[in-house]
């Protein structure tokens, strides 16, 4: 019983670690509280069940769908964050800016499609039992991805240039352009690489239970909270508070009953920034720094 | 003892040590300065002083209290003010407003008094526009009280600064480089202001890196170097020492 | 005629809204994402207490503001020294925590359901059951908020607050104990939350917990940031077009099942205009730094 919440648990937070990934490579580096995430994550599977109909090959159908989505993270950051960048707009500035694309883009998203769940996957889901624990094949897909993405990006972040870029671009982000690379360029592969992220995660989210308007803010919020609980400026500790988050909701959902599912993910935040707001791996901020 | 001490204090930051072991006196009536190499740990000083840091070891007196680990607000009620290197006027304040809120013992600061009591704050409002002419006048802004902080001139938000210090009647002012950036007109107001306050009783310690107005204006010079106090006393002997010569040479 | 009466009120405990968020967001600085929850407490424990122990209406607010007024500590108290961003998020955090009592204790709130029958307030001796009554009603009730909001705000209490929005750093080396000031202004626009949620109770006599969710707090913060914050004329700018605009949208004949969503959408676009050319709002104070 216990292997299977717990399973459950490191399933959905599989997913929250992809969106959170997506985020924190974001906000890390550019400072952008990317509210629109959510609704990235919400078009990437609503794009998907459309081009599926289309009767193209699958892999025509992952790569139009991943390819749209980046572009869209690279478009919102473009016409919507990069103007208020140049102009020294504050945080708070682009937090509301970023909500009023989250509520534009969602809002378009129901207008076409309306505000019902839809299904991807109409043939029933064939499933594997292992000892105990029962798994749906997307489930074992999602974790088998999940899996393979992490370990290229923490490849990516410790062994490419990019990756070192990224991390330089964390820490200070007037040294990117002594790295050698274009600030400008960085900033558009974040924004693809991120809104891809989101997108994965909502595929194969959408594979398993179909296509809901609200899945992309429990998503996002789920993975901010993730973010939260791994400290803000960290990457790879990140999928271990979204797994967190996941199993802490899977108990929940046991111990308390589904409908308490928000509240003991908010509780946990609210602990979290109350009592260690630098997260599990974030250092602790010197007051030096805001008084100087 | 002194108005303002610092005993032996020590702030660490890591394996860094940002202050060593230093330890300082501020008299009443007198112009103390810290001078230095940056990251000598001047600002530091300040930060422990007024509450923004806490030392590692020693302690902070004011009026022979202890008052290291206070919060911000205690030790600026208690008296201590900052003249921040960036300045920090609020930008879109009027100037008025800006002197106004720093009078201390305000009734209508409480939300509730300042509906319930509300002629009793209308009086005290009207009382508090004459005094603020008079500090504007002081200063030199006066005719300026319905212009926005941020409009005025980097000199000029300086001198709105110490404007702000004197309304909010602070027995010791800390000044963190009050003659940088500002030209050479201004920085004579600034340090005629700084001599009317003394003259008055207070306690002035600036940072203060023009060797000038440290030879010329400053009682008590406090040299520091790697978070340590190496000399002391009259500015010129300190300046004319030759360990601070070769710090100032190898800068 | 009574469609107008309707967009009357619902202008009127809007209006309350609107001002009352001003205080915390425009004056303060401290952007909070749950000022709907405190309209819903307002509301929920109006209406219970009329209902359940059978309080007349004003006794009933009064202890809805205290109610709300001590909630606002819980999340304030430990809250208000985190960091801007972060205070945002425990907002959030509150907001739905909130609502999710509200549609969870089904014992105590009805949940879901709902609380049906909520008896039309009587103010000294008369019973407000015309729309018009009920209309003279709100509209004083807002006047008198709106004016309170607006003496707190010129007062020198508002100044600090001011100053804090400015710069936190500095008005603590001046003296002022910034963090008091945040708990009191935080508390503040609770109460004024709460007493738009008692006039809304008595004007629909229904409530359920999906008219105080996160998606109503950002329509709220919407409307000042879009209307302009800072000043009086800003909020009401900003209530008015946004309350105004599902009206425009009908008048236009777009058809009902996509109102909602391209009313939305405007907001949105809205927003982000508003954010890159003119952030102080419409009608707002100064530029929003």
Known sequence: MIVQLLINGIIAGCIYALVAYGFALIYNTTRTFHFAHGAVYTFSVYLFYTISAWGVPAWVVYLLTLAATALLGMTIDEVIYRPLVRRKSSLLIRLLSSLGAYIIIINLILMIYGNEMKVLNAKLQPTHKFGNVILSEVQLITVAACVLIFVALVLLLRMTHLGKTVRAMRDDPELVSALGMNPQNVRRLVFALGSTLAGVAAILKGLDVGADPNAGMVAFLSGTVAVIIAGVGVFNGVILGALLVGILQSFAVWKFSAQWQDTVTFLLLILFLLLRPEGIFGRRRRVEEIAA | ?251 | MTYALHVLNMISIYAILALSLNLLVGYTGLLSLSHAAFYGIGAYICSLLMMKLSFPFLPAMLLSIVGAVAISFLISLPSLRLRGDYFVLASLGFQIIVFSVLYNCVELTQGPFGISDIPRPSVFGLTLTSAGSYLAFSVVVAAVCGGLLYLIGQSPFGRVLKAIREDEIAAESLGKRVSQFKVIAFAIAAGFAAVAGTVFAGYLRYIDPTSFTLVESIFILSIIIIGGTGNVTGPLTGTALMLLLPEALSFLGIPDNIAPNLRQVIYGVLIILIMRYRPQGLMGEYRYQ
């Not at chain 2, 005094?131 to 941020?150: M, P």
């Open chain 2, 1 to 251: 003892m002194s108005k303002l001490e610092l005993q032996n204090v020590t702030k660490a930051f890591g394996g860094v040590l940002a202050v060593d072991g230093a330890s300082l006196a501020f008299d009443e009536g007198k112009v103390s300065a810290l001078i230095g190499p940056n990251g000598a740990g001047k600002t530091t000083i300040f930060n422990l002083i007024s509450g923004l840091l806490c030392p590692t070891e020693g302690d902070v007196y004011y009026d022979g209290k202890k008052i290291s680990g206070f919060a911000p607000w205690r030790v600026s009620q208690a008296g201590v003010g900052r003249l921040f290197q960036d300045v920090r006027v609020f930008d879109r304040l009027t100037v008025r407003d800006n002197v106004s809120m720093a009078f201390k013992g305000q009734k209508g600061e409480s939300a509730i008094m300042s509906i319930i009591k509300r002629w009793q704050v209308s009086r005290e409002e009207k009382e508090l526009r004459g005094r603020v002419e008079e500090l504007l006048e002081s200063v030199g802004l006066a005719g300026r009280e319905d212009e926005l902080a941020v409009d005025l001139s980097y000199g000029q938000q300086k001198l709105l600064a110490l404007a702000r210090l004197l309304a909010a009647e602070m027995d010791v002012l800390l000044l963190d480089e009050p003659t940088a950036g500002v030209n050479p007109r201004m920085v004579d107001k600034i340090l005629e202001l700084v001599r009317k306050v003394v003259a008055g009783g207070k306690t002035v310690i600036i940072i203060e890196h023009n060797m000038n107005v440290v030879r010329e204006h400053v009682d008590v010079a406090f040299f520091m170097n790697e978070g340590r106090v190496a000399f002391s006393g009259e500015p010129n002997a300190v300046l004319a020492a030759p360990q601070v010569k070769t710090a100032y040479l190898r800068m």
